[in-house]
């Protein structure tokens, strides 16, 4: 069974930041896909970055590009990291984790993926 665990979060400072990570277990030897998504009080669940298996492809929200890096370890559990720089008031949101095990997908699309991560608050004040 797929599992997705997220940890890091917390609550910051504008301009600080943060490092959140899913590691993934019960995948096999399947290839995958693993996004992040986030979803502010009253607002529908956004893309915000994802990162293709072998690591050769990611994709970005716009407005985290240069601020945000995603990336990833295939070690024995795999693990995702999200790393938040230069973090802004707007950034406050649940942040998730996401799989999908489909190929030439929109990786963009919260409909692609498959499993969720349980969110992770991430809390910026100004």
């Known amino acids: 069974q797929v599992q997705l665990v997220q940890s890091g979060g917390g609550v910051v400072q504008a301009g600080d930041s943060l490092r959140l990570s899913c590691a993934a277990s019960g995948v096999g030897s399947r290839t995958y896909t693993i996004g992040w998504f986030r979803q502010a009080p009253g607002k529908e669940r956004d893309f915000v970055a994802a990162?293709?298996?072998?690591?050769?492809?990611?994709?970005y929200l716009d407005s985290v590009k240069g601020r945000f890096t995603i990336s990833r370890d295939n070690a024995v559990t795999p693990t995702v990291y999200l790393q938040m720089t230069s973090l802004k008031p707007e950034d406050t949101a649940v942040y998730y984790c996401t799989i999908t095990f489909r190929r030439n997908s929109d990786y963009t699309t919260e409909t692609t993926y498959d499993y969720w991560g349980q969110g992770t608050q991430v809390t910026v004040s100004s």
């Open positions: 990162i293709s298996w072998s690591g050769s492809n990611t994709y």
